[in-house]
């Protein structure tokens, strides 16, 4: 099975930041690599996929970026709402494993 | 705009078993692969089975293989998971998410939680 790594586990910023996780991949899966926002309570929410491509109605601060093994999600300039906990997913197999989560803190 | 609406969770013992539903609306469902999604309370997100729009292909995650039976109607728009032998470690919200092709999931419900505990 494909192994997802996510970096950092938690990450504490301020309204403003410029913030980056990171996703590893245990081999290639190419660009069939998906980013999620997770807020209390609440179902994951699709942000990126294809690594690269944002869903429709999702602020441009968001952005995605890597191919093959390594990807990052970039939140530009953080804003009030977007303290939540991100997941990137492969789905590059049929076991559309996830990273472990990386929860974005109010610093 | 789809719409998932999950139901069937609740208390069980260990060795129990449980059966999932989840209704579709909004959408053409047969058109569509269907998985389900676990998160353990404090957790993660794991993937637990898939399933293809014809419901001909079907996995399963290693840690439920051989428990849990994933199936569906088409022509009732619904998703089902049947869960035997049930353990403590299967406590979790249940989450069934839809997949067009060659995509991640973009709809989701809003989850059922299922708390096995004697």
């Known amino acids: 099975d494909i192994q997802m790594t996510q970096s950092p586990s938690t990450l504490s910023a301020s309204v403003g930041d410029r913030v980056t996780i990171t996703c590893r991949a245990s081999q290639s899966i190419s660009s069939w690599l998906a980013w999620y926002q997770q807020k209390p309570g609440k179902a994951p929410k699709l942000l990126i996929q294809?690594?690269?491509s944002l869903e429709s109605g999702v602020p441009s601060r968001f952005s995605g970026s890597g191919s093959g093994t390594e990807f990052t999600l970039t939140v530009s300039s953080l804003q009030p709402d977007d303290f939540a906990t991100y997941y990137c997913?492969?789905?590059?197999?049929?076991?559309?494993?996830f990273g472990q989560g990386t929860k974005v803190e109010i610093k | 705009e789809g719409h998932l609406v999950e139901s069937g969770g609740g208390l069980v013992q260990p060795g129990g078993s449980l059966r999932l539903s989840c209704a579709a609306s909004?959408?053409?469902?047969?058109?569509?692969?269907m998985n389900w999604v676990r998160q353990a309370p404090g957790k993660g997100l794991e993937w637990v089975s898939y399933i293809s729009s014809s419901g001909s292909n079907i996995y399963y995650a290693d840690s439920v293989k051989g428990r849990f039976t994933i199936s569906r109607d088409n022509a009732k728009n619904s998703l089902y998971l049947q869960m035997n032998s049930l353990r403590a470690e299967d406590t979790a919200i249940y989450y069934c998410a839809r997949r067009p092709t060659a995509a991640p999931f973009d709809y989701w419900g809003q989850g059922t939680l299922v708390t096995v505990s004697s």
């Open positions: 294809k690594a690269s």
């Open positions: 997913q492969q789905y590059n197999s049929f076991s559309r494993t």
């Open positions: 909004g959408f053409t469902f047969g058109s569509y692969e």
